[in-house]
């Protein structure tokens, strides 16, 4: 059955949604997104993906036509026109359409902004039981990974080098220091129990599920670094694993082939995980009224 998506103050079936051949999110990657995940046809940790959202907005210059009200209003709506339980709202904003110039185009151009949605089960995720095995790559992006921007061709590249090697997922490697998965957020686990993830900078992605573990594991007593490691740190560890909004919590138990502790998911992995779905059940954003949908 096809979605209804949003597009530029429209509600239309997928097929009909005409992105322009000038818009700057096709000829330049000029363009954001952000990822909300649904539960129970609630919102799941909103309130951190729209923040990061307007904050990526404001770094590039980029306009978000609607105001806090209206944006999470548009959230609901696309849950109930598309009678959505389970799965993601993927919110896109471009410059808009222009013609093609490495200089902005002139203000007041109108933003191209794009919502749709993906049924998915995210209980259900047999990684979740089993783990993945992650390959090491080189971290060849750009500069600005803080801010979530819609240049995902490396992540996409070095994701296939890891499949190519036999792994299901790349992590990236920096001047000898992890920065990311391909689209996750990379935590390990040391010896002595310590949670160690990298600090916040250009070279990441602020991670709203990150931010949501690393309060749930302060919570549990957990002690926590936050600091850049090392690959051999990372195969040396107790347990690793990576936090996204379209997976939670996801252990990693091989690296390069290497076996992680002892090559099941780890026990503070997996309380990490029950932790974040239990507490974001509770805090998920459900609509306050009926939302119209004619």
């Not at 990441?204 to 931010?211: F, I, S």
């Not at 936050?226 to 694993?241: G, I, K, L, M, S």
């Not at 779905?277 to 609509?287: F, G, K, S, V």
Request: glycine share 6%; aromatic share 6%; charged share 25%.
């Amino acid at each position: 059955m096809s979605r209804t998506i949003y597009l530029d103050g429209q509600w239309l079936p997928e097929a009909e949604a005409k992105v322009s051949a000038f818009d700057r999110g096709f000829l330049m990657g000029d363009a954001i997104y952000e990822v909300t995940c649904v539960l129970d046809g609630a919102l799941l940790d909103y309130p951190g993906h729209a923040a990061r959202l307007r904050r990526s907005a404001a770094e590039l210059q980029l306009t978000l036509p609607l105001d806090d009200d209206e944006l999470l209003a548009l959230h609901h709506e696309i849950v109930a026109r598309n009678n959505m339980s389970s799965g993601m709202i993927y919110l896109q904003l471009s410059r808009g359409a222009a013609e093609r110039d490495f200089a902005f185009p002139p203000e007041g151009t109108p933003p191209t902004l794009f919502l749709f949605t993906q049924e998915k089960d995210v209980l259900v995720n047999p990684a979740a039981d089993k783990g993945i095995s992650v390959a090491l790559v080189p971290d060849l992006r750009w500069g600005r990974r803080d801010i979530k921007t819609v240049q995902l061709l490396y992540p996409s590249m070095a994701k296939m080098e890891a499949k190519s090697r036999g792994a299901d997922d790349a992590w990236l490697v920096e001047d000898g220091f992890v920065t990311e998965g391909s689209a996750a957020t990379a935590h390990i686990v040391n010896a002595d129990g310590v949670l160690v993830t990298r600090d916040l900078s250009a070279a990441l992605l602020p991670g709203v599920t990150r931010a949501a573990i690393l309060e749930l594991a302060a919570e549990h007593g957990v002690t926590i670094e936050e600091r850049a490691f090392t690959p051999d740190e990372a195969r040396a560890a107790r347990e690793a694993f990576i936090t996204s909004a379209t997976n939670f919590v996801v252990p990693v138990v091989k690296i390069d082939g290497e076996t992680i502790g002892n090559g099941i998911p780890g026990d503070l992995t997996r309380a990490m995980r029950a932790a974040y779905i239990e507490t974001r059940r509770t805090t998920a954003l459900a609509p306050t009224k009926p939302v119209a949908t004619a």
